[in-house]
């Protein structure tokens, strides 16, 4: 069972199994009485530190999608998947979840739900999900979740909603993400899954578009050199957070050590397109 296998501190471990004479077992998984993200965020209003619980998020996923031996594809990210445990967040629901290996059960359910899914999985019926199409949904989610309401929320007809994704149109710029988070989600948005950015690629922007203020072309820079330089490292499922930027690897134990770590590489990259090198007293 794919979620058996996933230890993560932002991913909703897997406690059993119960079987009650359906066809497929009953997962049994952990109570948040926080509930999910969505439902959170629209009761506390706690908007303050978005930011960071989408860098808990894609934190899981990266790891869900450099899984080893086969990356394992989640297929129904949206913030109603997305737990918080004591301010926390844990990706769950893996039901549309596989290893690209193995084929999903048959269903009459498509894989992903409407207004998050990606455009080859409403223009081909038969395309299975895909890292791509969980960047795309993932995108989709961070709409959701700054905004407080569903991707292509200004359209009601879900029907209608299908065309406007298969044309390539994409959701108004809403008032609640800047020109930066914006340049990101275009990246996740692109119609063409091959030029879309990898989960680690935006897990890279988004921690450190915490610590650091950027511009959208700082976004676009940054994204265009971590796809021309991808890191191809096969990382021990134990290493939880991996440092995923170009020639690294480094290991780490936790989010917050592994962001000032990519903030000291960020620095370094922006001093050497500056010509200007910044000085550290060590390498963190």
């Known amino acids: ?4 296998q996933l230890k993560h501190p932002h991913i909703v471990p897997l406690c059993g199994v119960y079987f009650d004479g359906r066809d497929y077992p009953c997962l049994v998984m952990p109570y948040y009485a926080d509930g999910d993200l969505d439902c959170y965020l629209n009761r506390t209003q706690a908007r303050a530190n ?6 808990e998020a894609v934190s899981g996923l990266e790891y869900m999608h450099n899984f080893s031996p086969y990356p394992i ?3 129904d990210i949206k913030g109603q998947n997305m737990f918080v445990d004591n301010g926390h967040i844990r ?5 549309a979840s596989k290893l690209p290996e193995i084929p999903l059960p048959t269903s009459s359910c498509t ?3 409407l207004r998050w899914m990606s455009p080859e999985l409403h223009c081909d019926e038969n395309h299975k999900p895909t890292t791509a199409s969980d960047v795309w949904a ?14 292509y929320d200004h359209i009601k007809n ?3 909603t299908v065309m406007e994704v298969v044309k390539g149109k994409l959701p108004p710029q809403p008032p609640e993400i800047d020109g930066v988070m914006w340049t990101l989600l275009k990246r996740c948005f692109s119609y063409d899954p091959t030029r879309r950015p990898r989960m680690e690629a935006v897990s ?3 921690n450190i578009m915490i610590s650091e203020q950027l511009t959208p072309k700082d976004v676009n820079d940054l994204m265009d050199y971590i796809s021309m330089n991808p890191l191809r490292h096969q990382f021990p499922t134990s290493c939880k957070f991996p440092c995923y930027w170009p020639g690294c690897g480094v290991p780490f134990d936790t989010l917050v050590t592994r962001r000032g770590h990519l903030v000291w590489h960020w620095r370094w990259w922006v001093g050497i397109r500056r010509q200007v090198v910044p000085h550290f007293s060590s390498y963190p």
């Not at 989610?141 to 991707?151: A, D, K, S, Y």
């Open 50 to 55: 978005i930011l960071e619980l989408v860098h």
């Open 1 to 4: 069972m794919v979620c058996s």
């Open 91 to 95: 990706v769950a629901d893996f039901g």
């Open 158 to 160: 879900n029907s209608a």
């Open 204 to 206: 890279i922007v988004l």
């Open 111 to 113: 894989p992903g739900t």
């Open 138 to 151: 993932f995108g989709m989610t961070i709409l959701q979740v700054f905004t407080g309401r569903n991707p």
């Open 73 to 75: 594809i989640h297929g």
